[in-house]
């Protein structure tokens, strides 16, 4: 056996070819986000010995250019649930986590997590993350000052309200304006350079470290300019994010991503998804990405309707935004636009940041129709229908709630221009390993990989499916499996 | 090294816990499917020693189950194309394989195919495979007659006619009845017996063998309930066809074929992609398949129009049924129906093998909305469009072919019921493993996997996008690439 000239993250390193070992561990981590911290915490906490490879020259990950929201709830409520008014029973945050995560979702994952989330909460609180005991009522995309609770999902709108009681779950730290998931990194990354975890910066995984039959042994990874041989002794933790920023891999597995100009992404080069496939890890809901065009705030264009080149509606508009911005990119051509009346329509984050402005304008919808160059009797069949019903409170074709009801008839009218190769969306993967709810990798045919462990956006966790994804549920779940991994990891020891 | 206690195919068997080998061949196939068949003809006529396992007692696979259509043309046109009065440029060949190859297209495959496909056709002939000299140029799904060249796709639809000069290129083989598919099976079968291939049948592929490196050497395949140790000195090809009878595959990968209650296939376990995965193989555009409810014959229902259960369109209804029906499938909830009116009605296919009745009927088409429970001025929008439109034989919408326009204004008129959940829908899977088009099986990295090959529906081939699906696509890919791994693998001795 010799050893491969160049080492890929598609393929193993032989155990049989290592000729020494620079490093031995217990338990090796690949990424230092929040996944990898927490699951770096945990391990050394359970009395491993734990090293830490990240590619950058600090901590970071996706989840610090995020809002710093976390996905909470069940066990009848956090405190900040149940001083705002919200009683959340588990089996309501269990029913719509599993809707959420679509027609795959992953039962046990989504079982495990409604049981523990409020001890999850106390977890992080006790790392130092802090959490304001307030509520913000109004439709927002994250709060801007250091308040908490938000409604960050489509809990109250069509056809999760029917199936789970709503609640607001979106638990965002206490940390004024936009990426408040700084602060939660960095809070994280705290703790764990403060427990005796051997972080190597600018160390890039190359190969995983495999034996014939695939068992994981340790990993190579790049440090000076070289190769060097890890040997983890519990396991490796695949914790490198998603790939979005990789444009081959998206480009194969969820070419409709590419559509969306503004990658989410630090590192994110799928180098964590492509080590596990290579010792056999089956990737699965691959072609999934969350994807958004922040369209609200304010809430008053969510009485607003969209409408596709076709002049047809297609989403009740109360879901969250990522749903109806997949709902947008699976329209057939490209034009879309959201139409508003006098008393709705309102400038917000559409016209700050995501290039969107008026496409058409007119004192009659006709007039709207012809400006867009719509067939006549098409955009105005349609609002004319929404009209109609919207004067009862009612919408029969897409159930948008009754609150957010009200007929578009009082001129001027517009209709936003939220083309998608126009306007600015965002976008990362939600597809990657299979693993099991301890974080340990399986085959396409659901074996363990004795060694492997996969965490954050490397796995496919809780979220899972572009159309249920909701505000927090990345990170809830990259902070929750990451701590899970490392427990499992450091238990093999 | 430890033999593993039980074998799967998700996880290779170690080269050095192979204590002996049973057989000793050049090439070993998995699968005596079209691809197999092709794959070992090939090899054993470039001088290698061939040995072919099959899991059944006969040959066969999903091709010997379908029409027996071949997707060919380029090249100025195939006999039967250019005794038709069609001319077939090559490009636009090539322009048509890769729209219809979708977002994710192969472009070697579609070139090396678009440029040899006359050549193919030539082969099979050599095979002993006879093609009568005929063109039926009605809308048919398959000739139920002897002959030959047919239009199996979307080629005169928009959007493919605006790219590509259309032409037909589903070439039948000269059999009546259905399932001239057996008739092309049975012949190709016929040829490789003839030939000294060591065919097993019974035989089913456990394991693939794999040294340190994941090196394919062999495998195991289990004969008389016995593990048997096959080393391949130049290389493994899998042909098991794809996954669309291993329901735990396909509601992982691909939930939405499952709603599709007809399923087509043999064995197509998955355990061709299987093995693959299982030595770092990459699986790609796993989500996608094959579906379709056979709405046509007659081709005057092409004049009717689809409605979603907001009374929407969504298609130009002269595309491929196939392509059609993946619309069907992304409108939401599950409601679906085919207008038509007294002009354009006549019973087929829906009601002899589909399940589909009449939903409604009415002397207007206010009558049919109210009776199917749509919201008032829904579905009359609709048509009230349509056939304003249609009557100046313009389709704005959806750019309908204006041979296939009339407005439906001639009562009683009549909605089928189309619902996925009720009709019957066929379906197979069209992911599979990463390939060059020599059938070397590539990892996530696109690095080649020395000694593994595979072909047909375990490869990701031609037909990879479920709404570019044309008949004949899926076993002019497996015949001809199934060739290609056989000749690939045989020059490696």
């Known amino acids: 056996m010799t050893t491969p000239a160049a080492y890929s993250p598609s393929r193993p390193c032989p155990l049989a070819s290592v000729q020494r070992f620079d490093f031995e561990t217990d338990v090796a981590i690949v990424g230092f986000g929040t996944a990898g911290t927490c699951a770096a915490i945990e391990a050394v906490n359970a009395g491993a010995k734990v090293m830490l490879f990240e590619v950058s020259s600090g901590s970071g990950g996706a989840a610090a250019l995020s809002g710093g929201e976390l996905y909470i709830g069940g066990g009848g409520g956090t405190l900040q649930q149940r001083t705002a008014g919200f009683e959340d029973r588990t089996e309501d945050f269990y029913q719509y986590l599993l809707m959420a995560g679509g027609p795959n979702a992953d039962e046990a994952k989504v079982h495990l997590y409604a ?19 307030s509520y913000v009522a109004e439709r927002v995309m994250e709060p801007l000052t250091d308040d908490c609770l938000v409604w960050t999902g489509s809990e ?39 427990l005796p975890i051997d972080v190597r910066f600018e160390a890039r995984a190359l190969a995983l470290i495999a034996d014939g039959n695939l068992h994981v042994h340790g990993l190579v990874v790049r440090i000076d300019n070289e190769p060097r041989f890890v040997r983890a002794r519990s396991g490796v933790v695949l914790c490198t994010g998603g790939f979005i920023m990789n444009r081959e891999m998206v480009r194969r597995h969820a070419p409709t991503l590419l559509r969306a100009d503004h990658p989410i992404g630090t590192v994110d080069d799928g180098t964590g998804v492509r080590l596990g496939m290579s010792v056999g890890g089956a990737a699965i809901n691959m072609t999934e990405g969350f994807v958004t065009v922040p369209w609200y705030p304010p809430g008053s264009l969510v009485k607003g309707i969209f409408v596709n080149e076709r002049g047809q509606r297609f989403i009740n508009e109360d879901c969250y935004h990522g749903r109806v911005s997949q709902f947008i990119l699976d329209q057939p051509g490209d034009r879309v636009w959201l139409l508003q009346d006098h008393e709705t329509y309102a400038p917000g984050l559409l016209h700050e940041t995501a290039r969107v402005g008026i496409g058409a304008a007119g004192d009659t919808w006709a007039e709207v129709e012809q400006e867009l160059k719509l067939p006549a009797g098409t955009l105005t069949a349609t609002v004319e229908v929404y009209n109609r019903h919207a004067a009862q409170g009612d919408d029969p074709l897409f159930h948008k709630a009754r609150k957010w009801l009200k007929p578009l008839d009082k001129p001027p009218f517009v209709a936003l221009d939220c083309r998608v190769d126009h ?17 340990e990798v ?36 990259s902070t929750f499996f990451g701590r899970q991994a490392g427990l499992a990891a450091a238990s093999k020891g």
């Not at 306007?423 to 974080?439: C, E, I």
């Open 156 to 194: 109250e709108a069509w056809p999760f309200a029917q199936a789970a009681r709503p609640a607001p779950r979106g638990h965002t730290v206490r940390q004024e304006g936009w990426s408040a998931g700084k602060y939660l990194m960095d809070t994280l990354a705290r703790r764990a350079r403060e």
């Open 115 to 133: 049981d523990h989330a409020l001890a999850h909460l106390d977890w992080l609180i006790a790392q130092g993350v802090e959490f304001k005991n």
């Open 442 to 477: 399986l085959t396409e045919g659901r074996e363990v990989i004795p060694g492997l462990y996969a965490a954050g956006r490397t796995a496919c966790g809780l979220p899972r499916w572009g159309k249920g994804y909701s505000s927090g549920m990345s990170i809830a779940d």
């Open 423 to 439: 306007a600015q969306y965002s976008a990362f993967t939600l597809g990657g390993l299979d693993t099991l709810p301890t974080g």
